[in-house]
């Protein structure tokens, strides 16, 4: 067909990507390449997109002394010498079992595991990269050789700007990106990972296959149209699509039942078949739909999770144990071991399904409760200091239940001196369980000083000039740098940092969702919730309530004891 098509087999093609025709690209703008990419102009012509792939890839900022297409004509005899490529063992890095072979004729699929056994010799350093089969797959459909193919997986892998991730190549990149993604989808995914939760032992089990989802099962026509953007966006690009993959996963099968024992195996058969429901472009028409935090933001995220796993000391994959997943809600919250006057085992496992991944694999531990320690601020902050993130359970005279998620140690109140001190992230939430199950998303504690000056050193205001706001970020993106990590995690100056709890030793305030709030006085008899009726939720709980119990919950490494 043309010089780029030496290594595929024509009846497995798309046809229509032989028959149209399009234009050079010759634009080198960003916001225009980002348009084009989105829009499939390169997909509608082979050639076309074989000549746009080596024009990005060639763009990619990469290491002084990366291995050229020179290098591999060089070592590849050597390496592979004359034997059958098809027998030849994979390094450990990959998936000996999963190397897509998408449209490839037989010197193709040959082609596949000698570039890899030739990137295994010169990047010594990699030592998890599930993706790599596939990359190398997709990219020998648009190569003119071997050695061609080598050399541009050779620069993506190679990429040394730190603001442009690629594809993660250690263990401990790839488990906090599955951790990551549980984290976006547990936000913008909410009726999905509800079913998750319900059919799963293993939440994280599930996550972990995002990956495999997109650079595994995903047919041809589809990848390409993914790595066609990916090539222009970067790494968040993949997000979007796992997500919207999951979105229409659940739109198709929630009324069904399962077709297998396992929730992991019916999204891998869905998204092999995924034709079957839905296109290429309404599939990325969907992710871009998705208003996903911003690159900063999620790379935030993305070095939170990292820490957590450091912290635990799983940076390798060990051959003898089981990857670390999210614990199962089940085994997080013991029965025999969890006592509350607030929540039953039941209702505690549905809050422990909505919190970050990085503090999945631990254990409640009762820190604080008004029976036991009675019904002093003072006393409530002296038990809760010291522990994050912490949860907060009320339960009022009324029978209704409701509480907080709250991300940041109360210890941070003390910055701002006497004063109402504002502090806590965007992981913050509220959420009701009594009468019923309502989950709110965060909503930033306004600043009326901030609002006007900008340049407040410290984030705090008096209790009487305070207010809650339901506008939970500012209209510009580039505004914020996280609305999940607080400044002090990242030495970020403070008046960046997020403000989503208030406290001093006359109240409590914690900004909840949806316009909901909760003000908690000084005694802890007495409460009172602030609701803007945004998206027609329910309120918290009554506007006024007195308080029958109140319990604080701390986190419990159950790896490190």
Same mark, same amino acid.
């Given at each position: 067909?043309?010089?780029?098509?030496?290594?595929?087999?024509?009846?497995?093609?798309?046809?229509?990507?032989?028959?149209?025709?399009?234009?050079?690209?010759?634009?080198?703008?960003f916001q225009e390449l980002k348009q084009l990419a989105r829009q499939g102009y390169w997909a509608k012509n082979h050639s076309l997109r074989a000549k746009v792939y080596h024009k990005l890839i060639s763009n990619i900022p990469c290491r002084t002394v990366t291995p050229d297409a020179n290098v591999y004509r060089d070592i590849v005899v050597k390496i592979v010498g004359k034997?059958?490529?098809?027998?030849?063992?994979?390094?450990?890095?990959?998936?000996?079992?999963?190397?897509?072979?998408?449209?490839?004729?037989?010197?193709?699929?040959?082609?596949?595991?000698?570039?890899?056994?030739?990137?295994?010799?010169?990047?010594?350093?990699?030592?998890?990269?599930?993706?790599?089969?596939?990359?190398?797959?997709?990219?020998?459909?648009?190569?003119?050789?071997?050695?061609?193919?080598?050399?541009?997986?050779?620069?993506?892998?190679?990429?040394?700007?730190?603001?442009?991730?690629?594809?993660?190549?250690?263990?401990?990149?790839?488990?906090?990106?599955?951790?990551?993604?549980?984290?976006?989808?547990?936000?913008?995914?909410?009726?999905?990972?509800?079913?998750?939760?319900?059919?799963?032992?293993?939440?994280?089990?599930?996550?972990?296959?995002?990956?495999?989802?997109?650079?595994?099962?995903?047919?041809?026509?589809?990848?390409?149209?993914?790595?066609?953007?990916?090539?222009?966006?970067?790494?968040?690009?993949?997000?979007?699509?796992?997500?919207?993959?999951?979105?229409?996963?659940?739109?198709?099968?929630?009324?069904?039942?399962?077709?297998?024992? %396992?929730?992991?195996?019916?999204?891998?058969?869905? /998204?092999?078949?995924?034709?079957?429901?839905?296109?290429?472009?309404?599939?990325?028409?969907?992710?871009?739909?998705?208003?996903?935090?911003?690159?900063?933001?999620?790379?935030?995220?993305?070095?939170?999770?990292?820490?957590?796993?450091?912290?635990?000391?799983?940076?390798?994959?060990?051959?003898?144990?089981?990857?670390?997943?999210?614990?199962?809600?089940?085994?997080?919250? +013991?029965?025999?071991?969890?006592? %509350?006057?607030?929540?039953?085992?039941?209702?505690?496992?549905?809050?422990?399904?909505?919190?970050?991944?990085?503090?999945?694999?631990?254990?409640?531990?009762?820190?604080?409760?008004?029976?036991? +320690?009675?019904?002093?601020?003072?006393?409530?902050?002296? +038990?809760?200091?010291?522990?994050?993130?912490?949860?907060?359970?009320?339960?009022?005279?009324?029978?209704? /239940?409701?509480?907080?998620?709250?991300?940041?140690?109360? %210890?941070?109140?003390?910055?701002?001196?006497?004063?109402?001190?504002?502090?806590?992230?965007?992981?913050?939430?509220?959420?009701?369980?009594?009468?019923?199950?309502?989950?709110?998303?965060?909503?930033?504690?306004?600043?009326?000083?901030?609002?006007?000056?900008?340049?407040?050193?410290?984030? +705090?205001?008096?209790?009487?000039? %305070?207010?809650?706001?339901?506008?939970?970020?500012?209209?510009?993106?580039?505004?914020?740098?996280?609305?999940?990590?607080?400044?002090?995690?990242?030495?970020?100056?403070?008046?960046?940092?997020?403000?989503?709890?208030?406290?001093?030793?006359?109240?409590?305030?914690?900004?909840?969702?949806?316009?909901?709030?909760?003000?908690?006085?000084?005694?802890?008899?007495?409460?009172?919730?602030?609701?803007?009726?945004?998206?027609?939720?329910?309120?918290?709980?009554?506007?006024?309530?007195q308080i029958s119990v109140l319990e604080v919950w701390g986190f419990r490494d159950t790896m490190n004891g």
């Amino acid at each position: 067909m043309d010089e780029y098509s030496c290594f595929v087999d024509w009846d497995k093609m798309d046809v229509t990507v032989q028959s149209q025709d399009a234009k050079d690209l010759t634009c080198t703008e960003f916001q225009e390449l980002k348009q084009l990419a989105r829009q499939g102009y390169w997909a509608k012509n082979h050639s076309l997109r074989a000549k746009v792939y080596h024009k990005l890839i060639s763009n990619i900022p990469c290491r002084t002394v990366t291995p050229d297409a020179n290098v591999y004509r060089d070592i590849v005899v050597k390496i592979v010498g004359k034997r059958n490529s098809n027998s030849l063992p994979l390094p450990e890095f990959v998936d000996d079992s999963l190397v897509p072979t998408y449209c490839l004729n037989a010197e193709g699929i040959g082609a596949v595991r000698k570039i890899i056994l030739c990137i295994a010799n010169q990047f010594p350093d990699i030592s998890f990269c599930p993706a790599l089969p596939s990359v190398i797959a997709l990219l020998l459909h648009y190569s003119k050789d071997e050695a061609v193919c080598f050399e541009q997986v050779c620069r993506i892998l190679a990429c040394n700007d730190p603001s442009k991730r690629l594809i993660d190549q250690t263990f401990l990149a790839f488990e906090s990106s599955c951790m990551t993604f549980g984290d976006l989808v547990n936000k913008y995914c909410q009726a999905a990972h509800k079913l998750m939760v319900a059919v799963s032992e293993d939440v994280l089990e599930v996550y972990s296959d995002w990956q495999r989802w997109l650079f595994g099962e995903l047919p041809m026509a589809y990848i390409a149209r993914v790595f066609d953007v990916f090539l222009v966006e970067g790494y968040k690009v993949l997000y979007r699509v796992a997500l919207a993959i999951l979105k229409f996963f659940h739109k198709v099968r929630a009324r069904q039942p399962m077709e297998s024992d %396992s929730i992991q195996q019916d999204i891998r058969a869905f /998204v092999r078949d995924i034709a079957k429901s839905v296109s290429p472009e309404r599939l990325l028409e969907k992710a871009f739909a998705i208003r996903l935090f911003s690159r900063k933001e999620i790379q935030l995220l993305q070095m939170a999770n990292e820490k957590a796993l450091q912290q635990k000391g799983i940076t390798v994959k060990q051959k003898s144990v089981a990857s670390p997943k999210r614990q199962n809600v089940h085994l997080a919250v +013991h029965a025999e071991n969890f006592k %509350s006057e607030i929540v039953s085992v039941k209702e505690m496992r549905d809050i422990w399904s909505w919190i970050p991944e990085r503090f999945a694999l631990c254990q409640p531990l009762l820190l604080f409760t008004t029976l036991e +320690h009675g019904c002093s601020l003072s006393r409530f902050y002296s +038990h809760s200091e010291g522990h994050e993130p912490t949860l907060l359970l009320i339960k009022t005279t009324a029978k209704e /239940v409701c509480g907080a998620y709250l991300s940041t140690d109360w %210890s941070e109140r003390r910055r701002g001196g006497n004063k109402l001190s504002f502090f806590g992230t965007g992981e913050c939430f509220v959420f009701r369980l009594q009468p019923e199950v309502e989950r709110y998303e965060w909503v930033i504690i306004k600043h009326p000083e901030l609002a006007t000056s900008g340049s407040e050193p410290e984030n +705090h205001v008096s209790p009487a000039s %305070s207010t809650l706001s339901s506008r939970s970020l500012p209209s510009d993106p580039s505004d914020r740098l996280s609305p999940f990590l607080s400044a002090r995690h990242f030495n970020l100056p403070s008046k960046t940092a997020s403000m989503f709890m208030a406290g001093s030793s006359e109240c409590i305030i914690i900004g909840g969702g949806d316009g909901q709030a909760l003000y908690l006085d000084a005694d802890l008899n007495h409460g009172r919730t602030s609701h803007c009726n945004t998206f027609n939720n329910q309120p918290l709980c009554s506007e006024s309530f007195q308080i029958s119990v109140l319990e604080v919950w701390g986190f419990r490494d159950t790896m490190n004891g």
